[in-house]
Antibody
């Protein structure tokens, strides 16, 4: 069974940092682009970042550039999101999501259960 | 990147058909045939139901269909069922390996 399990969320003060993790199982992790998507309370989804199979390419939404870093460890089937300079606008459930296919595609067919990040003093 | 425009809510009776619109710009929806739709039940993760404008993943009911014209994509749910009550999010590729979502539409089955 294909599964993604996120962890690392929690309460953090404005200006603080947090590192999210996502452990994958049930598929060849190194064959897929991976992504982070977030959802603020009561709001729609927002694509945050994507990383190529080997980690050589990384892309971010403008609002997190310079503050967030996506990375992966294929030996541990793990995806990460290092977040810094956090603000209230970053409060959201963060989902780890897998590309639909190992070939080039533009959608995500497997999602984790999400991990909640709350930025508040 | 601005969010794609979706109606906040759409409702219909069981058995009816409803259509949700998703309007973007010539930089996203209008330029690429990479529009996808996700269904999300309360407190659940999103689920892919349409990709590349009109394709359905294995296991998704053919009651869900997608289309696109110009800068607007649409999701139609035919034969509406109680289990279809959920939030629906459209997403478009926006070039440069970036993506933009819609604001989401709440579907209510009357």
């Amino acid at each position: 069974e294909v599964q993604l399990v996120e962890s690392g969320g929690g309460l953090v003060q404005p200006g603080g940092s947090l590192r999210l993790s996502c452990v994958a199982s049930g598929f060849t992790f190194s064959s897929y682009w991976m992504n982070w998507v977030r959802q603020a309370p009561g709001r729609g989804l927002e694509w945050v970042a994507s990383i190529k199979r080997d980690g050589s390419e990384k892309y971010y939404v403008d609002s997190v550039k310079g503050r967030f870093t996506i990375s992966r460890d294929n030996s541990k089937n793990s995806l990460f999101l290092q977040m810094s300079s956090l603000g209230a606008e970053d409060t959201a459930v963060y989902y780890c999501a897998r590309d639909r296919a190992p070939t080039t595609c533009y959608e995500w067919d497997c999602w984790g259960q999400g991990t909640l990040v709350t930025v508040s003093s | 990147q601005s969010a794609l425009t979706q109606p906040a809510s759409v409702s219909g009776s069981p058995g009816q058909s409803i259509t949700i619109s998703c309007t973007g710009t010539s930089s996203d929806v209008g330029s690429y045939s990479f529009v996808s739709w996700y269904q999300q039940h309360p407190h659940k993760a999103p689920k892919l139901i349409i990709y590349e404008v009109s394709k359905r993943p294995t296991g998704i009911s053919n009651r869900f269909s997608g289309s696109k014209s110009g800068n607007t994509a649409s999701l139609t749910i035919s034969g509406l069922q109680a289990e279809d009550e959920a939030d629906y999010h459209c997403c478009s590729y926006a070039g440069g390996s970036t993506y933009v979502f819609g604001i989401g539409t709440r579907v209510t089955v009357l």
